[in-house]
């Protein structure tokens, strides 16, 4: 799925495979999608799969690749004991609803401190936080390119 510069969602397609999502599977996936007409990717939101950013590096060299919200969140579950799972998620919520950047991180640093002294490892997430994930909003200063009328 993909959501054009003037906001319209796009269903790319549906690929099924051998049970194989490595950088080989991602790269043929990626290659045909740009094949059929979108020759540039502003910000691509993944799982986290292994290979699939390298696949998109070389398909899209400037696009900003990203771990989508909901598995960053799962992930930080992964530190900790079932029971505090929904108190983690609550605490985490004023981190990637937060108007800035800067707001994000002094929110991330209350969440680690009250969190990392039970749950070390828990303060593992990716800093800098991503970018859509901490302002809301595509990156500053980037470009994409018309192709056919049709933007991505």
Known sequence: MAV????ERDILGL???DGGEGAKFWLHVLTEIKNRGVADALTVVCDGLK?????????????VVQTCVVHLLRASFRYAARQHWDAIAKALRPVYT??????????FYEFAEAW???Y????????????TLTTGVLPTGAQVRPLGGRRL
């Open 4 to 7: 054009t510069v003037d906001g």
């Open 15 to 17: 690929w099924s495979g």
């Open 51 to 63: 290979g699939l950013p390298d696949a998109i590096e070389q398909v899209w060299p400037q696009a």
């Open 98 to 107: 937060a108007p800035t950047e800067a707001a994000a991180l002094e929110r």
């Open 116 to 118: 990392g002294g039970r």
């Open 120 to 131: 070390p490892a828990i303060e593992t997430l990716p800093e800098p936080l991503p970018e």
